[in-house]
């Protein structure tokens, strides 16, 4: 998930203001406070992730990442699927030296017209509602420990994640091919 700077993210919750309750108003947000990217790991089965907030996305912080992934991933399991867009700093000679001194993982290089095949990305989604959406941060590190909680707080309510379930607020589809309108 990035870049993400240190900004104010609109949100949907009514606040208080001067006139009564109503939607905030966003305002003009010039300030460069900070910027930094987070990387993750998800793994839908368990619905368990695992984020680390990084300054820069070079293959350095990219290493970093699968190490502690490594760490944080239980040693009994046999293969490790790795589902990565194409960015440069996935294919660098470090990562492939990684890849060959930790024999159970495996890279999947996803299309690039097809990111919705990655899981993790709609969990950026939930992650980005949890942690951003509607808070000010005035700093890279505010960010980092907003990212810290929400992932926290994800883990403490996980659940299996399901590609395609359907979502709670949108009704059924009645079958059929169409439905004529009710005449009033």
Known sequence: MGPEGAKTCPGQALVETKDGPGRARQEVDYGRRGKGYVFGAFCPATGEAFTRPYLARSTASWVALLEEVERWLPSEVE???AIVDNLATHRATDVLLFLLAHPRREMVFQPKYAADLNLIEPWWKVLRSLALEGRRFESWDEIAQAVER??????DHRHPFVWGRRRRHQPR????????????
């Open 79 to 81: 293969r490790v699927h």
């Open 150 to 155: 929400a992932t926290v707080y994800w883990n």
């Open 173 to 184: 589809r009645r079958p059929g091919v169409a439905l004529l309108p009710k005449a009033t």
